[in-house]
């Protein structure tokens, strides 16, 4: 765990068995299970996670005496015995089945991640009787035959071959509600805590979603908790993601975008756990599987861990809850009921083939610029925003929140809101564009102290607008902008770039120190996020060029240009000499042109897709939602 981009990229799949779904612990039919895993194995499946339902492994049924009164917990009528088992509260026979399902699981050669405690499991809790109507998330009783099921568990089964890794439990924070950060701090850390009691050398995965910055749930408290984080991207379940078809780049980004987005901020490595389209309304199953193999290239290209599918088996056959209740989940198996492997499981098993063909470990990818989100933001919407322009720009973000701010030639300082970035924060940015960094702010409704200094403009009237929409011009197109505020600005000494219909200065730069300061009076990034289908139109083209020249000049990439808005490109730097670069086409449309590369480099191989050198640079052909990797090296004694 740790080394991102390596060569074994994790590909896996979540998993319940064929026949019974969330009942096939209380249902068992090992047969089912044998049969299922040796079809993934065959798909070249490297891992599956696995739920042990917690009203079954662990059934506290809690025996009440006169008025009410609590006497004492059993397992239904029988009580538990003096063994580690009934300490715990387990049931023996649930444990049995576990243990052959890792067995099956080993013979298989399949690594398993074990989501501990899950009492969430697609809409419907599975809480042991006991301690159902208690705070699972805070109330003492229920913490403690939680802290008692995971340390059986993790103490009973760790030295099975099969175990790749612990988690506290599937989507945790959906157990309960929390008063505040604080208590969700302490129930993480107390499981997580729970588990390196028992097991110090296995990583604890966080297993959890819609983490925020600001909430209760917090990206920077998880990384501090687990030593790898996860995302749950399915696109109508998280914001801003279900307004564009999958086969455009703003869908195509969403996974990488966010688990960049988690990675960067929790300073842990970041794993897709959880992916799927919800069912065959969203798109049809050759556009899932070209999908499905857009995120894996995406994902191993910028540096993260791994894609687990949603899920294992087709569940429309059940008629129970909650399969009843959700029903557009029912159609996320690999497998069809006849067992028949869907396109995107094929998809799966290629992508896999040829990961395992490659003859090096991918290093990890060079990141341009730094991205810094600050106070009273959607932040998300602003951070996919920014990494969706910075990929069409051609280069690469990283995330920050200021803290620790990492060096950097450029950054982005995007809708500053509220109380935005103050203290030493901004005074260590403000140091680094004074020494010769380049910093652009986009501006939301924050009011800033040492404006006209910093930007070089100043303001002689700030009003609300009405309506929110603003056209913006050069001479060569036009841009239309949402913005809350009309700042009245008269330049000193910034140049503008960009001007409102009334002359007005909408986009500026200017000096400072020996840095740069580009000014952009509207939150583009959050307008994006909220924008449908903006980036599949022409007009989506200029609000790249905001990124990109704030670029022109301080990027340090390699390929100078790139043919396709939509081709994403990476570096992965081996030495000053030795390079890979990926470049993925984030649409339907197939990519062909030139790659320029610098002077002195040259093209040695083609590991992916279609390449050929000419005197102009590298012919390229990449077939949508498809990508192309080339290696090159630069000649001994050439300038660059």
């Known amino acids: 765990m740790g080394q991102t981009g390596r060569k074994n990229f994790i590909i896996g799949c979540n998993y319940w068995a064929s026949h019974a779904g969330v009942h096939m612990w209380s249902d068992w039919d090992i047969n089912v299970v044998k049969e299922d895993f040796q079809r993934l194995a065959e798909l070249g499946q490297d891992m599956v996670r696995v739920f042990p339902l917690w009203s079954d492994f662990q059934p506290l049924t809690m025996l009440y005496g006169p008025s009410g009164n609590s006497m004492e917990i059993r397992h239904g009528e029988i009580p538990y015995d003096e063994t580690a088992e009934g300490f715990a509260g387990m049931d023996p026979c649930m444990v049995v089945r576990f243990k052959q399902m890792l067995d099956i699981a080993a013979a298989c050669h399949l690594r398993v991640l074990v989501s501990l405690l899950t009492g969430w499991m697609s809409g419907r809790l599975f809480i ?137 901020l929790s300073g842990r490595p970041c794993m897709a756990e959880e992916i799927g389209t919800l069912c065959n309304m969203v798109a049809d199953e050759e556009i899932t599987a070209a999908y499905i193999r857009a995120n894996c290239l995406s994902l191993l290209a910028n540096g993260h861990e791994g894609l687990m599918w949603w899920c294992a088996a087709e569940q429309s056959q059940l008629r129970f809850p909650p399969y009843e209740w959700s029903a557009c989940e029912r159609e996320l198996g690999l497998f069809r009921l006849n067992h028949e492997p869907k396109p995107v499981a094929r998809e799966l098993k290629r992508f896999v083939e040829w990961r395992n063909s490659l003859p090096f470990a991918l290093p990890s990818h060079q990141r341009d610029a730094v991205c810094i989100l600050s106070k009273d933001q959607d932040h998300w919407a602003v951070a996919y925003s920014s990494y969706i322009l910075s990929k069409r720009a051609g280069f690469d973000l990283r995330f920050s929140t200021g803290k620790a701010l990492p060096d950097s030639p450029v950054y982005f300082l995007p809708c500053l809101t509220g109380r935005a970035l103050y203290g030493p924060e901004w005074r260590t940015l403000l140091g ?88 952009l009076a509207m939150p583009m990034e959050t307008m994006l996020a909220q924008e449908p289908m903006i ?71 083609v590991h992916r897709g279609k390449a050929e050198k000419t005197t102009e640079g590298i012919r390229i052909s990449v077939q949508g939602l498809d990508a192309l990797l080339i290696e090159i090296k630069k000649q001994e004694g050439s300038e660059g």
């Open 128 to 264: 042991p009787p006991a301690l159902q109507g208690k705070n699972l998330l805070e109330d003492p009783m229920a913490m403690k035959w939680e802290i008692r099921f995971v340390k059986y568990m993790v103490r009973r089964f760790k030295e099975h071959p099969a175990i790749y890794a612990w988690e506290h439990g599937n989507e945790y924070n959906v157990l309960a509600n929390v008063s505040d950060h604080d208590a969700a701090w302490r129930w993480s850390m107390t499981i997580a805590d729970a588990i390196r009691c028992e097991d110090p050398n296995r990583p604890v995965i966080s297993g959890i979603h819609g983490l925020t910055l600001e909430g209760k749930w917090r990206i920077e408290d998880q990384g501090e908790i687990a030593d790898v984080v996860t995302t749950h991207p399915y696109p109508a379940y998280t914001p801003h993601c279900f307004t564009d078809p999958l086969f455009s780049i703003k869908s195509l980004l969403h996974a990488t975008a966010q688990s960049t987005y988690y990675g960067d």
């Open 432 to 519: 680094k564009v004074e020494k010769g960094a380049v910093l652009y702010l986009s501006l939301d409704n924050a009011l800033m102290t040492d404006f006209e200094s910093i930007t070089g403009l100043r303001v002689f009237g700030n009003a609300e607008r009405k309506p929110a929409a603003v056209c913006i011009q050069d001479e060569n197109r036009q841009y239309s902008m949402n913005g809350k505020r009309r700042l009245f600005l008269q330049p000193t000494r910034a140049k503008v770039l960009l001007a409102e219909e009334d002359g007005n200065p909408a986009f500026t730069v200017a000096s400072y120190g020996k840095g740069l300061v580009y000014f």
């Open 535 to 605: 980036f599949m139109q022409e007009r989506g083209h200029a609000y790249t060029e905001v990124y990109r020249r704030v670029m022109a000049g301080h990027c340090n990439r390699r390929v100078l240009e790139k043919p396709c808005a939509d081709l994403g490109i990476t570096e992965h730097p081996v030495s000053e000499n030795h390079c890979y670069i990926t470049a993925i086409q984030y649409s339907k449309a197939t990519c062909e042109g030139t790659l320029v590369l610098d002077k002195g480099w040259q093209m040695v191989a």
